[in-house]
């Protein structure tokens, strides 16, 4: 499998930190978000939807659209998992918690 792009993951960090509310975004406000432009996150959402890393939560009745538009959140799979500080923090956490 090819690596993931930069926007591609510009929108699923997007869409972590902006799920974290509670609610699912749209692919609009992924791309503003992550200033990635329409077009590119149009082609790129639904590749991340079908491979797992994104999933529909929900829809949601807009003012710029006459039908309802998806709302997505990452799919929490070992492929969406961000590598590095979020590693990191899990392994400080449970250094923290260890007996003396």
């Given at each position: 499998?090819?690596?993931?792009?930069?926007?591609?993951?510009?929108?699923?960090?997007?869409?972590?930190?902006?799920?974290?509310?509670?609610?699912?975004?749209?692919?609009?406000?992924?791309?503003?978000?992550?200033?990635?432009?329409?077009?590119?996150?149009?082609?790129?959402?639904?590749?991340?939807?079908?491979?797992?890393?994104l999933?529909?939560?929900?829809?949601?009745?807009?003012?710029?659209?006459?039908?309802?538009?998806?709302?997505?959140?990452?799919?929490?799979?070992?492929?969406t998992?961000?590598?590095?500080?979020?590693?990191?923090?899990?392994?400080?956490?449970g250094?923290?918690?260890a007996?003396?």
């Amino acid at each position: 499998m090819r690596p993931r792009s930069e926007e591609a993951t510009a929108l699923l960090q997007t869409a972590l930190r902006l799920s974290a509310a509670g609610r699912g975004v749209t692919l609009a406000e992924l791309a503003a978000h992550a200033q990635v432009g329409k077009a590119s996150a149009r082609v790129l959402v639904p590749k991340l939807k079908r491979r797992g890393q994104l999933r529909i939560v929900g829809l949601r009745r807009v003012t710029y659209r006459n039908r309802p538009v998806a709302e997505y959140a990452p799919a929490l799979t070992e492929a969406t998992q961000l590598p590095g500080w979020v590693e990191v923090g899990a392994c400080l956490a449970g250094w923290a918690k260890a007996p003396a």
